[in-house]
């Protein structure tokens, strides 16, 4: 009987250590005395835009509206994801708006030249992008070259390869379904709410698992008033999202009927949750940490420092592949401009604006996400208000500068705290 007794007392979990919400909220007041700040200037920046706008064009907020920034940041945000893997190792890729061109380029020619199903003309274009950063990776980790020379060197050079692939200027395009689909159509309503209670839900799993864990490891959980605001924020927010872009957008409904979530939206969304997991919750991102934070450290601990460099800019080209096809999908075709303009300064913007450190060590994948819906913000509400490209890059440089300052001056605020 005693025996017994002990066994069940043995099977009982530790009891949780639970802090109340006032010391949560110091300690996260802690943290940004000293200079954690996260995606916080993002969000500021986001909302103060967001009103700033709608009280100026009240158009900003139309569902319409709403769904042209969803799809007119997609490409940026995608090439800026795989940015944040080569940022955080301290390193910068400044080919990745025309390795997404290069890969479009294949896109194209594979899909409308070569008659190729979707399917394998995307995946030959992925491919292609991990073949161009396996290579970029190999010279920065093995040769020994500095990342800024090598991408610049391959910046111009994909300009050219893209004008080779394209015969000196030819316009390919696209009329694949599936692939215009990408950019250019909506899950049914249905579905957008079904998409929703799914993410929701998941979401909701993953906090009460990892809250489960930590009570069962004996260490401390997060308040449930805090968990059940975190997912009762999503599940508003994203029911405010999806009841706006569920209403009819068509200028024309007995032509055409535009409604529902972008499908960009969920491609975004599957690569965010992908990268996420890949960079909190397994040892390969724990070690991109580790070596962004002090390469010769990393490799004292036995981490294979140019294995992770080189897997970095694998996943970054690949991710601009995944940029350059959107791009043709959104623009129906592929031409020499595709990847190039603004394409890689509107990305390498929306990584730093997000929050990700431009000195390496700090960032998580949702700033490429925030600091892109700014960047489509700013983009979208200047051009409403009749402003001329020329001002709205001046103030994206701005916010850009005005960004990098603030990582400047959080990270020495760290050192000092």
Known sequence: MTTALKKDR????????????GAVARNYVDRLRGGELGSLPAILGLVVLCLFFAILRPVFL???NFANLLTQGAGSIAIAMGL???LLLGEIDLSAGFASGVCAAVLAILLTDQGWPWYMAILAAVLTGMVIGLVLGLLVSRVGIPSFVVTLAAFLAFQGVVLMLLKEGTNISISDPTVIAIANSNLAPGVSWALLALSVGVYAG??????NNRRRRGLTVTPPALLAFRIGSLAVLGALAVHLLNQERSRNVLVDSVKGVPIVVPVIAVLLVAGTFVLSRTSFGLHIYAVGGSQEAARRAGINVTAIRVSAFVICSSLAAVGGIIAASRGHSVDPNTGGSNVLLLAV?????????LFGGRGR?????????????????????GYSSGVKY???GSVLLIAAGVDAVSR????RH
Do not use: H, Y
């Open 365 to 385: 994948l949702v700033n490429a996400v925030l600091g892109g819906m700014v960047v489509a913000v700013i983009q979208n509400g200047m051009g409403l208000m």
């Open 412 to 415: 020495r605020r760290a050192v």
């Open 349 to 357: 913007g929306a990584a730093v604006i997000g929050g990700t450190s």
């Open 394 to 396: 001046a103030v994206t």
């Open 62 to 64: 139309s569902n319409l």
């Open 84 to 86: 944040v893997f080569v």
């Open 10 to 21: 043995s099977t009982e979990l530790p009891p949780l250590k639970t802090p109340g919400m």
């Open 206 to 211: 993953i906090q009460l698992r990892q809250t």
